[in-house]
Every structure is written in C-alpha cells, then in structure tokens.
C-alpha cells in the first residue's frame, strides 16, 4: 500500500557522557513532537552496536508539516539543547515511504 506520509530519519551521534541528558531531554519533549501538526508517528531507536548513536524515525503529512515543524519554537529550543550533545555531524533523509507490510 502506498501511503502519502513523508518519512524522516535523523541519525545522531552523542559523546557517551551526555546519553542520558539526551534521552532525559527527549523523555520531555517527545509527546511534544508527537503532537505537533502534521506528525503522525515518531520513534527513538538506539544502534545494538554503536550505542552512542541513536535515529528518530517520524512520519509527516507532508513536507510543508515537517519544515513548519523545523521552523517552531518547538524545534528550536529541542535543538538548542542537543546539539551540544553531539560528537559527531547528526545526518537527516526525507524519503517516501513506498510499501509497508504488517
């Protein structure tokens, strides 16, 4: 079944120090996400072997929901908080979902 969600994955790399303030920060904020306009389904998953990166997978309505997404308050302060986290440049793909199978 072809769906018209815009899928968006983030892949984040944190110094192992700041793991929890990160997943203490996204504990906070993730129904916040959740609940914006336009996100229809967020998840954090964390690498079984790289521990320190981790990936939120989300489905948007659309392109314009995800940018207004990135473009809020919202994201900013999220943002403002995790980028001092960071070890490594975190990586972003928007991709169309094409089948799904359940």
Do not use: Q
């Amino acid at each position: 079944m072809i769906t018209t969600d815009l899928v968006r994955i983030v892949k984040l790399t944190f110094a192992e120090e700041h793991i929890p303030l990160f997943l203490s920060n996204f504990e906070k904020v993730k129904e916040r996400i959740r609940g914006f306009e336009g996100c229809n389904f967020l998840e954090l998953y964390r690498d079984k072997n790289n521990t320190n990166v981790f990936f939120t997978y989300s489905y948007w309505s659309s392109e314009a929901d995800l940018e207004n997404y990135r473009h809020s308050e919202l994201f900013k302060s999220v943002w403002a908080e995790t980028k001092p986290l960071f070890c490594d440049k975190p990586e972003a793909w928007s991709v169309d979902k094409l089948a799904s199978l359940t």
